[in-house]
C-alpha cells in the first residue's frame, strides 16, 4: 500500500494526531524500503538521506520531523524495519553508523 499525502489533506493532518503519527509511520516505512539498499553503502547516514528530500520537506513543513525520527527508532527496536547493520543513533553526528 502506498500513501499518497496530497496538499489538501495537511490541514486534516495536522489536527489528528492518531491520523497524523499513522501516516508518518507508514511514510518513513515506505520510504526506508524503498531507499534502504542506498544507504547500506554509506558509512553514516541521517534520517534525510533515508527518506529522500521531498519526504523530509514534507514532514519539516509540518513540524513532523521529529516525529519521523521517533518513528524510525521504534520501528528498528522492534525489528520492524530489516536494518541489521546500523548502530545507534549518535547524538554527536546527529546521524546513525552503518556497521561494516
Known sequence: ???IIEPSDAAFI???AKWQKFLVDQLVRER???NLENVR?????????LLGDESWGFLG???LQGKARSSFR?????GSIPIRDVTKYSK????????N
Open 14 to 16: 495536522n489536527q489528528d
Open 61 to 63: 513543513s509540518r513540524g
Open 74 to 78: 521504534y520501528m528498528i527496536k522492534q
Open 32 to 34: 526506508v524500503q524503498e
Open 1 to 3: 500500500m502506498k500513501i
Open 92 to 99: 554527536d553526528t546527529k546521524r546513525y553508523q552503518v556497521k
Open 41 to 49: 553503502r554509506l558509512d553514516w547516514f541521517d534520517l534525510s538521506q
